[in-house]
């Protein structure tokens, strides 16, 4: 008896566990669809007209009312700014995009009766620009500050391997480069590639774009690569004595203990690892400010700059020169000055970089440029076979370092 109870309640039991399960299924099934747009983000010109579409993913069993939104009122007109979907109905609502003033702007729904899932999905990110031609000017100076930086790295390491001699060559510049370099890629590839923190992103910004971009990831790579290659070149041709400094070595121990402190955060979720990624990030901002100091000290020190290559500065100012006329380009054409001087890191950061390439330059070619190859430092004089060449060598081989 005590046996064929427990059956029966083992069954009962089975029974009711799938009644909760088809119930389950049922309700999943018929989960509410909305409607949702043909894209969530739109260009349009001044006194231009563009167009979207609300689209019925699955017919609704009553009529609805929508309402369009506009985060401001004076930037685009939208026609129609209401409409019906009608019981039953798959037919797609197109709306009309009128530019008024450059700038950016959000748009979404409400909707009659008063359904959050049937406009959840009905937002748009709608871009006024002044001119189409700066849009393509913009991206094409885009793409030749990003060829610019990346071909950057190169001069230095040609100029290493011609001499077979890093003398010259700043290794504080070098190693805070590396360590910039690599937070910088571990910002780019863990906000491109790891799906966790891409959901604590859009979590925390659900309508935002994400910022990474395929090609920072790979100049944030290539950047690390070729800084690998400098280092390789530091540890296998002529030096003389020089070697990283005691304040770059307290400075990078600094920034690695704030890291791993922070990773140690996060992996006890004290933080979000997407905090810990900024971090990271503001790091990288810092070495960006400080990493030329070194290097020009030590020029100023040598009143020389053989050895520096002048190419890897005329690269790096040809793009950080056009990295803020893009800026300015779209901040005129999308009346978003605001990206400029209310958030003034990124082009203070481009600003302050080009000031010091133009130090560099101005070093080069009007401080000590009919200088012999450099004033050594103590430890060079016996190390370095330059000090003991011709005028006519010197001559060449100052001519020689231009690139």
């Given at each position: 008896m005590m046996a064929l109870c427990i059956a029966r309640t083992h069954r009962n039991l089975g029974y009711a566990?799938?009644?909760?399960?088809?119930?389950?299924?049922?309700?999943?099934?018929?989960?509410?669809?909305?409607?949702?747009?043909?894209?969530?983000?739109?260009t349009v010109l001044v006194n231009k007209t563009e167009s979207f579409d609300v689209l019925v993913r699955d017919p609704f069993t009553q009529d609805f009312r929508i309402t369009l939104i506009k985060q401001h009122d004076n930037m685009v007109d939208l026609d129609p700014m209401e409409f019906s979907i009608m019981a039953g109905s798959t037919q797609n609502q197109t709306i009309l995009i009128n530019g008024l003033k450059p700038g950016h702007l959000e748009v979404t729904a409400e909707s009659q009766p008063n359904e959050k899932w049937v406009v959840e999905d009905i937002y748009l990110r709608i871009t006024v620009a002044n001119s189409e031609a700066i849009i393509y000017t913009s991206l094409i100076f885009g793409w030749i500050y990003f060829v610019a930086w990346s071909v950057s790295f190169y001069p230095q390491i040609w100029t290493n391997f011609k001499r077979k001699s890093v003398v010259g060559l700043n290794f504080d510049f070098v190693f805070l480069n590396i360590v910039g370099f690599t937070l910088y890629s571990i910002f780019n590839c863990g906000l491109y590639w790891v799906p966790g923190i891409q959901d604590e992103y859009f979590e925390r910004y659900p309508r935002g774009l994400n910022p990474v971009m395929l090609n920072d990831v790979v100049f944030s790579l290539h950047a690390m690569f070729a800084t690998c290659?400098?280092?390789?070149?530091?540890?296998?041709?002529?030096?003389?004595?020089?070697?990283?400094?005691k304040i770059a070595s307290g400075l990078v121990g600094l920034f690695a203990a704030f890291v791993i402190i922070s990773a140690g955060l996060a992996a006890g979720n004290v933080i979000h690892w997407l905090d810990f990624l900024y971090y990271c990030s503001y790091?990288?901002?810092?070495?960006?400010?400080?990493?030329?100091?070194?290097?020009?000290?030590m020029n100023y020190r040598r009143k020389s700059t053989v050895g520096w290559s002048i190419g890897n500065i005329l690269l790096d100012f040809t793009g950080g020169t056009l990295s803020m006329l893009q800026m300015i380009l779209n901040a005129y054409n999308y009346d978003d000055w605001v990206s400029i001087f209310g958030d003034p890191t990124k082009f203070g950061l481009g600003l302050f970089s080009v000031l010091f390439d133009i130090f560099f330059m101005l070093q080069h070619y009007v401080f000590?440029?009919?200088?012999?190859?450099?004033?050594?430092?103590?430890?060079?004089?016996?190390?370095?076979?330059?000090?003991?060449?011709?005028?006519?060598?010197?001559i060449s081989n100052s001519l020689n370092e231009t690139f």
């Open positions: 566990l799938i009644s909760i399960f088809a119930i389950f299924s049922q309700a999943w099934a018929q989960a509410p669809v909305g409607l949702t747009v043909s894209s969530h983000d739109v290659i400098t280092i390789y070149q530091c540890f296998a041709y002529e030096r003389a004595e020089q070697r990283v400094s790091v990288k901002l810092t070495i960006t400010i400080i990493k030329y100091v070194p290097q020009a000290l000590y440029r009919n200088n012999p190859p450099y004033q050594p430092l103590p430890g060079d004089d016996n190390t370095n076979a330059e000090s003991s060449m011709s005028p006519p060598q010197i």
